[in-house]
């Protein structure tokens, strides 16, 4: 089994991770802030894009330097809730800070304020059949309408 890793220290480096985790799902109980160590930590279940088959794999990312947490448009009470993540995006204020914003279906996000990028993504197994190949076609065609 072909276990990814990966880390980013730039916003180049997070743009390849976020192509990576492009349709991970996860729990909204998955997502954890520790502020006192200044680390947010998410469990997710990756679509991996570069098997011959479609299929998932446990995923464990997390971003150190961390000074702030805010969570927009995801009802946190609902540990069990599934959240489908789009991508994650990175606005740089005064570099190297920014905020990196975790980017969900269905319009919620979560912004994750760095003193500097530094992201770890690793593959922690297993990794199982997914149902089928994530498909955004409703989303382009509604991009498409005038």
Wanted: glycine share 4%; hydrophobic share 45%; aromatic share 6%.
């Amino acid at each position: 089994m072909d276990l990814l890793k990966l880390v980013a220290f730039d916003p180049e480096d997070l743009a390849v991770i976020s192509a990576h985790l492009q349709d991970s799902l996860l729990q909204v109980g998955d997502v954890v802030y520790l502020p006192k160590e200044r680390r947010f930590a998410i469990q997710v279940r990756r679509f991996d894009w570069e098997a011959a088959s479609p299929q998932r794999r446990l995923t464990c990312m997390h971003f150190e330097h961390v000074t702030g947490v805010r969570v927009r448009g995801i009802d946190q009470a609902n540990k069990d809730a599934v959240l489908n993540l789009l991508a994650i995006a990175f606005e740089e204020k005064d570099a190297p800070s920014g905020t990196a914003t975790l980017i969900f279906a269905e319009g919620g996000a979560i912004q994750v304020d760095l003193e500097c990028i530094e992201m770890q993504m690793k593959d922690i197994g297993p990794v199982w059949a997914a149902e089928s190949r994530p498909s955004h076609e409703d989303q382009l065609q509604a991009a498409e309408r005038p």
